[in-house]
């Protein structure tokens, strides 16, 4: 099982402090936006027309004609790991996301952009006696950094009124380095050290469809769906096994390599967002990852002989289930007040990964946040989003880590008139 027991570093190298992102690819990312944080990541449903909306290309058709838009984000977060008794706090910050959006012709929008797609990043030691009299020990140091990134171009086309489709191009790449240090207080005794590496480049692809129409004069219903074909990640993970004593400076090293041993999985995402008036948007996501359909690679010892080789029973099917709203009185409006967009959000999602047989970490988390305006003498389009979230992953077995997490994520979306046509007289 997974142990916090001596020493954890204070600052991850990636975005994340997380033991668990020493399993799988690392931990998966919100992929989210600024407006979307403050709503806990919903998203498949909305048509903004001064955001970029990436969870659903076909959202692009709705960007304003006149604008370009630019957003960039970053978090900060603290993170507090507790097994019994041991209690640990990390804290890190992060770039997030920077994107851009723009009309590009009639009833189609343009996007491109990059984004985090995992995180790897852990640095922390498990020890404990090898006799009862407690005179020799041993220490296992855990280590791991790197992570998956993906840039992306796509469109959006409004093919027929209140009906659009659109597409992101994505090319992800990366790698992780992750490390198992074994050592003895008692130098007679052999160490055993585990080295994993894969480094990754791919194409992603994403597909999206929203359909607007009108349940009355003030109330309309969009509906988003969403579809990612399984990837091929073109890696080639390795796994270094190292056997020494210190004593006689005996070392053996071992080498395994799996030819295309990684992949992510098909993604089917479900939404809806119903707008009243313009003023209150509330709506509900579910995503679904297969992940159970894919293989990974693991070391084991079978019948004395080392292998390293793909496992059919390391990852189980991901989902996620996200509620949200946001209300805005008139972002039109005089008052500075009135044009405050205020969000809630909270999710649910199941782990994606299997540890020793048993189901990873479940979370829940809850959001809230603000679009506040940026109003001056040139321009009074632009907006700051600000939210927090707190993030809660436990699992069943009581000898697992459970952590929570406090993120504060600050987004600013710059919206330019670049394209107006101006008279003269």
Known sequence: MLSLCVVMSALAQSGTNSPYSQYGLGQMSDQTSGFNRGMNGLGLGFREHNQVNFLNPASYSAMDSLTFIFDVGLSAQITNFKQGDTKVNANNADFEYAVAGFRMFKHVGFSFGIL?????????????????????????????????????????????????????????????????????????????SKYYSASIHSFKYDFGLQYSFN?????????????????????????????????????????????????????IGAGFVWDYSNKLKLGADVNYQKWGDLSYPVYNVVN??????????????????????????????????????????????????????????????????????????????????????????????????????????????????????????
């Not at 407690?134 to 998956?148: E, I, L, R």
């Not at 969009?222 to 020494?244: M, Q, R």
């Not at 199941?350 to 940026?374: C, H, L, M, R």
Request: aromatic share 14%; net charge neutral; proline share 3%.
């Open 215 to 267: 349940l009355s004069k003030k109330n309309n219903l969009t509906v988003g769906l969403t579809y990612s074909p399984k990837v091929e990640l073109n890696a080639d993970p390795e796994c270094k096994i190292i056997s020494s004593n210190s004593s006689s400076g005996i070392a053996d090293t071992t080498s395994f390599s799996i030819k295309d041993g990684l992949q992510m999985p098909t993604t």
């Open 116 to 192: 985090p797609l995992t995180n790897v990043g852990y640095d922390y030691s498990v020890y404990d006696y090898l006799n009862d009299d407690k005179s020799a020990y041993y220490t296992n140091t855990y280590s791991g950094s790197g992570g998956v990134h993906q840039i992306y171009i796509g469109a959006g086309w409004e093919i027929l009124k209140g009906l659009s489709i659109g597409a992101n191009v994505s090319y992800i790449w990366g790698d992780y380095d992750r490390s198992v240090v074994n050592a003895y207080s008692d130098s007679y005794v052999t160490t055993l």
């Open 304 to 425: 004395n002989v080392p292998v390293y080789e793909l496992s059919d029973d390391f990852y189980s099917d991901r989902y996620k289930f996200t509620v949200g709203g946001q209300y805005c009185k008139n972002e039109y409006g005089r008052s500075f007040f009135d044009r405050i967009r205020y969000r809630l959000g909270a999710s649910y999602a199941t782990p994606y990964y299997k540890i020793n047989g048993e189901d990873g970490p479940k979370e829940i988390s809850v959001s809230a946040g603000f679009g506040i305006p940026i109003v001056n003498s040139y321009n009074n389009r632009s907006i700051l989003n600000i939210s927090c979230q707190w993030v809660h992953a436990s699992a069943k077995s009581a000898s697992m880590i459970t952590e929570n997490t406090f993120r504060i994520n600050i987004g600013i979306t710059f919206n330019e008139r670049w394209f107006m046509k101006w008279k003269v007289d």
